[in-house]
């Protein structure tokens, strides 16, 4: 089971981006999926999280400003961002908890993918 993240990249301050990341290999059936981030000297951070059902929770510091869904029948999520600022600067990961056809649970990480923001 892989999950491949893209959509990083480099904007100025105030623009937007979207992150996608897809599910691919044996999987049955995917619960909780979630971005992370990591920026440089800090620890990992949760962005936001998406319930089965598609009820997204989000860091204090993305509120208001990110929006994340999931399409279940592609087995992906999705992270709009918006408003994006120089402190947004990091690797996002998105996440995911699966099972696999024999029922097995996965927690399952992407390899990142870059965003920069910079005037």
């Known amino acids: 089971v892989q999950l491949q993240a893209s959509g990083g990249g480099s904007v100025q301050p105030g623009e937007s981006l979207k992150l996608s990341c897809e599910c691919s290999?044996?999987?049955?059936?995917?619960?909780?999926m979630a971005w992370y981030r990591r920026a440089p000297g800090n620890q990992r951070e949760l962005v936001a999280s998406?319930?089965?059902?598609?009820?997204?929770t989000y860091g204090d510091s993305v509120k208001g400003r990110f929006t994340a869904s999931r399409d279940n029948a592609k087995s992906a999520v999705y992270l709009q961002m918006n408003n994006l600022k120089p402190e947004d600067t990091a690797v996002y990961y998105c996440?995911?908890?699966?099972?696999?056809?024999?029922?097995?649970?996965?927690?399952?990480w992407g390899q990142g993918t870059q965003v920069t923001v910079s005037s």
């Open positions: 998406v319930s089965l059902y598609g009820i997204a």
């Open positions: 290999g044996d999987v049955y059936a995917v619960d909780r």
């Open positions: 996440n995911a908890d699966l099972r696999d056809s024999g029922l097995v649970r996965h927690d399952v």
